[in-house]
C-alpha cells in the first residue's frame, strides 16, 4: 500500500522560499501521478500543482493552478521516491496545509489531472505559513 510523508513547511516572510517534499514508499510511485493540494482555514481544499507518472503517454507532464504559476514548480525524482514542490516568490494568501496525493496513473491519458476528488491516497499534510 503506497503511503505519502510531506515534510519542509514552515514559517516564512513574503517574498521568500520553501521546498516541499513528498516521499512515497510501500510500493514504487513510478506508476502514480502526484499532486500537491493546499488547504486554508475556513477554505476547501484546493489543487496547487500536479505531476503525472512518466510511465504513460503524459510522461511526467506537469499542471499548475493559475495563482501559482511562474512562482510554483513541481518536479519529481523517482529514484529517491520524491516528489518536490518548489515554492518561490511566496504571498501571504499562500499560507495553508499543503498535502500531496497519489492516484495510479492511467497509462493513456495525456494529461495530469489536479482535482481533489481525482486522487485517493493522501499524506497528514505540512503547514506553510507567510507572514511578516
Known amino acids: 500500500q503506497l503511503q505519502l510523508v510531506e515534510s519542509g513547511g514552515g514559517l516564512v516572510q513574503p517574498g521568500g522560499s520553501l521546498r516541499l517534499s513528498c516521499v512515497s514508499s510501500?510500493?514504487?510511485?513510478?506508476?502514480?501521478?502526484i499532486g500537491w493540494f493546499r488547504q486554508a482555514p475556513g477554505k476547501e481544499r484546493e489543487g496547487v500543482s500536479c505531476?503525472?507518472?512518466?510511465?504513460?503517454?503524459?510522461?511526467?507532464?506537469?499542471y499548475n493552478a493559475d495563482f501559482v504559476k511562474g512562482r510554483f514548480t513541481i518536479s519529481r525524482d523517482n529514484a529517491k521516491n520524491t516528489v518536490y514542490l518548489q515554492m518561490d516568490n511566496l504571498k501571504p494568501e499562500d499560507t495553508a496545509v499543503y498535502y500531496c496525493?497519489?492516484?495510479?496513473?492511467?497509462?493513456?491519458?495525456?494529461?495530469?489531472?489536479?482535482?481533489?476528488?481525482?486522487?485517493?491516497?493522501w499524506g497528514q499534510g505540512t503547514q506553510v505559513t507567510v507572514s511578516s
Open positions: 510501500g510500493v514504487s510511485a513510478d506508476y502514480y501521478d
Open positions: 505531476i503525472s507518472s512518466t510511465e504513460g503517454v503524459s510522461g511526467g507532464s506537469t
Open positions: 496525493a497519489a492516484e495510479l496513473t492511467d497509462l493513456y491519458r495525456d494529461y495530469p489531472r489536479c482535482g481533489v476528488d481525482d486522487f485517493d491516497t
